[in-house]
């Protein structure tokens, strides 16, 4: 059975920083193109960011580039999202998704993706 999950989200103020991690299991992690995406009340759910942990590619969404990482430890099945510099915007739930193959043009479509983790809030302050 495929699971993910979520940790790491919080409260911190505007300029700071948190690191979400996403945890998979039940399949073969480097097959899959793995996303964080993000939804804020009454806004529709955005990719973030997105990584092939098989080959090391990444994507980002042009709000966060320069202030978010996404990277991958293999050995532990992880995503991590490193989130420097974060604004008041910023707040949202936070999920992982997961599906197999690539990336490039859909990781971003959040109806491509069937695996999804249960969601962790970050919520940025001013």
């Known amino acids: 059975q495929v699971q993910l999950v979520e940790s790491g989200g919080g409260s911190v103020q505007a300029g700071g920083s948190l690191r979400l991690s996403c945890t998979a299991s039940g399949y073969t992690f480097s097959n899959y193109c793995m996303v964080w995406f993000r939804q804020a009340p009454g806004k529709e759910r955005e990719g973030v960011a997105a990584?092939?942990?098989?080959?090391?590619?990444?994507y980002y969404a042009d709000s966060v580039k320069g202030r978010f990482t996404i990277s991958q430890d293999n050995a532990k099945n992880t995503v991590y999202l490193q989130m420097n510099s974060l604004k008041p915007e910023d707040t949202a739930m936070y999920y992982c998704a997961a599906k197999t193959a690539g990336c490039y043009g859909i990781w971003g479509v959040p109806e491509y993706f069937s695996t999804w983790g249960q969601g962790t809030q970050v919520t940025v302050s001013s």
């Open positions: 990584i092939r942990p098989g080959s090391g590619s990444t």
